[in-house]
């Protein structure tokens, strides 16, 4: 059965529909003009500027190699200092989400202000990509379909030397850190893998962050006489633990040893005092894959450094973002394609590919490291593809 338009009605109808096309072609040139909003919840000033300069220089990078672009649109960016500062984080965050209306949060170094970040971003349902923190919390009990980390959880870099301590026959062994969540669940790491293998941690001494008083603990260490010292420092603080361990002539009496973030980002600071120390971390130098060549050397040309493991977990942040948004098409409101792609993709990493586990955490090798002039250089693989426990995540 055919339907007739009467003629009087026909150039109503006609501009009707010219009037939907248009709108319809107005409507898609908006959304394909629309840009990808990244915020950065850093910190740029303290103790972990550095940090938080490296990991957006690296996230930056990977974008302009796309051509500016990722999923073939523009990507806008917009910055708030976290200050690392925990009581700030919700309204930090919080400017990010509802202000800026920002797609993705990239954020952040420290583990107490990350609990911040993701509490507020689980209740807006925002995507975070954690660049650095290791709170074992955002990828075990408090992980989400949200929440993705390119970096590592506290326990995985101390679980490995743990593994490694322990395999050297050492049978009595210290621990010292800063009294927060990343360097107490380090600790918990190192000790899971070292008393597994009949270590012993004999004493868990900590001081309040970012205290840098370190003497009076050094003191004690020497007093208790083990078998070796683990520690979890880093930033300004690593680089006076480092020359005080020196200064107090323990450096080559009690063999020291430590998640990598002691000697990342800060071996120019500490000097002749580090060299020698080994870490455990899942990038080192000379690696000498062509990925990490390359990445080492735009790097180098474009910020006039050398490329650290926190620029390393900013370029990796971005890679999965382009991932979640290249199944998109650019299109961020399709969270849940989105999440699926990032979820599944094998992220070719310069410290090597890496995929994600069920929590959202990096499964990744980790590598000793021995300091050499300025350097961190790989000595061997400490653990092969070493994935977090997740203990109490639900997802």
């Not at 303290?46 to 990722?70: P, S």
């Not at 008393?195 to 001081?207: D, P, Y």
Request: contains cysteine.
């Amino acid at each position: 059965m055919h339907r007739f338009i009467p003629r009087s009605l026909a150039p109503v109808c006609l501009a009707a529909a010219a009037s939907l096309a248009m709108a319809g072609a107005a409507s898609a040139q908006t959304a394909a003009a629309q840009k990808i909003k990244v915020g950065f919840m850093l910190p740029y000033t303290g103790t972990y500027a550095a940090l938080g300069n490296a990991i957006e220089n690296g996230f930056r990078m990977y974008v302009q190699e796309q051509g500016g672009k990722l999923g073939g649109r523009e990507v806008e960016f917009f910055k708030v200092d976290d200050e690392s500062d925990p009581a700030k984080a919700p309204e930090n965050a919080t400017k990010l989400i509802k202000r800026d209306q920002v797609d993705v949060v990239i954020g952040t170094v420290h583990s107490g202000v990350q609990m911040g970040i993701v509490k507020v971003a689980k209740e807006n349902n925002t995507l975070v990509i954690i660049p650095n923190a290791g709170a074992d919390e955002a990828t075990g009990p408090l992980c989400g379909p949200n929440i993705f980390r390119s970096s590592f959880s506290n326990w995985q870099p101390g679980y490995a030397m743990g593994q490694v301590v322990a395999g050297r026959g050492m049978k009595k062994v210290v621990t010292l850190t800063w009294k927060y969540a990343a360097g107490e669940q380090s600790v918990k790491g190192f000790k899971e893998a070292f008393e597994a293998k009949g270590g012993k941690v004999v004493k868990e001494l900590t001081l309040p962050f970012p205290n840098v008083e370190f003497q009076a603990l050094i003191t004690e260490v020497a007093s208790l006489k083990p078998d070796a010292v683990f520690v979890f420092f880093a930033g300004g603080g690593a680089v006076k633990f480092v020359k005080d361990w020196a200064a107090a002539g323990l450096k080559d009496k009690i063999p020291l040893y430590a998640s990598g973030f002691l000697t990342d980002g800060t071996l120019e600071a500490q000097g002749a005092a580090a060299q020698g120390l080994e870490t455990t971390l899942h990038y080192a130098d000379g690696l000498e894959t062509p990925r990490d060549r390359n990445f080492r050397a735009a790097y180098a040309k474009a910020f006039k450094l050398q490329p650290d493991v926190y620029a390393v977990q900013g370029y990796d942040a971005a890679q999965m973002l382009a991932a979640g948004a290249s199944a998109v098409k650019g299109d961020m409101s399709k969270k849940t394609e989105v999440i699926k792609a990032i979820e599944a993709t094998r992220v070719d990493s310069p410290r090597g590919v890496f995929t994600l586990s069920r929590a959202h955490n990096p499964v990744q090798d980790f590598y000793l490291r021995k300091v050499e002039g300025r350097e961190n250089k790989v000595s061997s693989v400490a653990v092969k593809a070493l994935a977090d426990p997740a203990r109490g995540c639900r997802l």
